[in-house]
């Protein structure tokens, strides 16, 4: 069954314990969702699929089964003010080329990842306070992309973002702190198939026709925006806040190129940034990383890394230790608490003569 429901401000329609999704839309439909309550659906609390759109306007969507807000297959809404909690799986989940705008709402307390993007979903998901999650804040799984921009993304019990190497995410002007594991971690594991909640999606049907609805939006503005975004060719995290997480501020175990600038990688409880394993260059530039508990930047032997124009300072073991191979220039390396620039074992690192580092006993090199 295809619905659609719409009610004035201040009025307030509830739909507890649904089969299937609270709302559905599809097949171009566009209406307004308002100040609804759409809580305990034994799937999604609503369904965009099939070139659907709509306004999803200050509603309370909690303690569904899946998805509180489900995009795919074109689906393309405006979701803004919602309140989205306490659901058994993820927040909002774009799959299949799902797009639309998430703005301004509050994505708390889910099972799954606050908002959770992949298979060629690419929304825009701006300034919303993503918190307090049971796994992680964001996830940008396999094939996802997305533009992630001036979120508040804080006390999840994963990460606060999460990439997989595959995807092509955009991610720049976040506060990403105080969540349990890493601030931002790039993994290169391919996802499995039992990795999304089992049923999301698979018995949608595109043999029934959506009512017609024709309200008033701004969606061709919305859409005129979304088209404009500049593509990318490399996964980028540029202009971030991401402190005082419960390991590294940026973990990166990836198989794919990596662009890190402009961030301020501030007192993490490990490494600032941390390269573990990069088949192809992570380009590490214009970066200040402090304040980190176990150093500043740690690359390790199976790692590609350029680091030219960071300021590294005030961490609590090395400036920056390396096993692995790149490029080290232009970079400010001063008041660590071990060495500014540590080269060990087989490291193949070419150190540039511009910026700063402290002499004596805060430069060593090994190798």
């Known amino acids: 069954m295809t619905f659609t429901t719409a009610k004035p401000p201040g009025c307030s329609t509830t739909t507890p314990s649904n089969g299937e999704a609270g709302v559905d839309i599809r097949k171009g439909?566009?209406?307004?969702?308002?100040?609804?309550?759409?809580?305990?659906?034994?799937?999604?609390?609503?369904?965009?699929?099939?070139?659907?759109?709509?306004?999803?306007?200050?509603?309370?969507?909690?303690?569904?089964?899946?998805?509180?807000?489900?995009?795919?297959?074109?689906?393309?809404?405006?979701?803004?003010?919602?309140?989205?909690?306490?659901?058994?799986?993820?927040?909002?989940?774009?799959?299949?080329?799902?797009?639309?705008?998430i703005i301004e709402n509050v994505i708390r307390e889910n099972q799954w990842g606050g908002v959770d993007i992949r298979r060629g979903g690419d929304p825009v998901l701006r300034s919303n306070l993503i918190c307090c999650g049971y796994s992680d804040g964001v996830v940008v799984g396999e094939r996802g992309k997305g533009l992630i921009e001036g979120n508040t993304i804080y006390g999840n019990k994963g990460c606060g973002v999460w990439i997989m190497a595959s995807s092509l995410p955009h991610v720049t002007n976040n506060r990403i702190g105080h969540n349990s594991i890493y601030g931002v971690a790039v993994f290169c594991r391919k996802d499995e198939a039992d990795?999304?909640?089992?049923?999301?999606?698979?018995?949608?049907?595109?043999?029934?026709?959506?009512?017609?609805?024709?309200?008033?939006?701004?969606?061709?503005?919305e859409d005129e925006r979304f088209a404009s975004r500049r593509p990318l060719s490399v996964a980028l995290v540029e202009s971030n806040s991401i402190s005082h997480n419960g390991a590294a501020g940026l973990y990166v175990k990836s198989s794919e190129a990596l662009n890190v600038i402009g961030n301020a990688i501030h007192a993490n409880r490990e490494a600032g940034v941390a390269v573990l394993q990069s088949g192809q260059l992570t380009r590490i530039a214009n970066n200040s990383i402090s304040c980190n508990s176990r150093g500043g930047v740690l690359v390790e032997s199976a790692?590609?890394?350029?680091?030219?124009?960071?300021?590294?300072?005030?961490?609590?073991?090395?400036?920056?230790?390396?096993?692995?191979?790149?490029?080290?220039?232009?970079?400010?390396?001063l008041g660590n608490r071990g060495c500014g620039l540590r080269l060990l074992q087989a490291a193949d690192m070419k150190v540039g003569v511009q910026g700063h580092a402290e002499p004596g006993a805060q430069r060593e090199v090994r190798g």
């Open 29 to 101: 439909a566009n209406p307004l969702i308002l100040c609804n309550q759409i809580h305990s659906g034994l799937r999604s609390g609503i369904v965009v699929l099939g070139n659907g759109k709509g306004v999803i306007r200050s509603n309370q969507i909690y303690g569904n089964r899946e998805a509180g807000v489900y995009i795919l297959y074109n689906g393309h809404p405006v979701g803004s003010g919602n309140h989205i909690f306490q659901g058994l799986a993820a927040g909002v989940a774009v799959n299949e080329n799902g797009r639309g705008q």
């Open 195 to 221: 990795d999304y909640p089992a049923g999301q999606g698979g018995h949608e049907s595109f043999g029934e026709e959506g009512e017609a609805a024709a309200w008033e939006s701004d969606l061709e503005s």
């Open 303 to 333: 790692a590609r890394v350029e680091l030219r124009g960071n300021g590294i300072y005030d961490n609590r073991s090395h400036g920056i230790a390396s096993k692995g191979d790149g490029l080290v220039v232009e970079n400010d390396i």
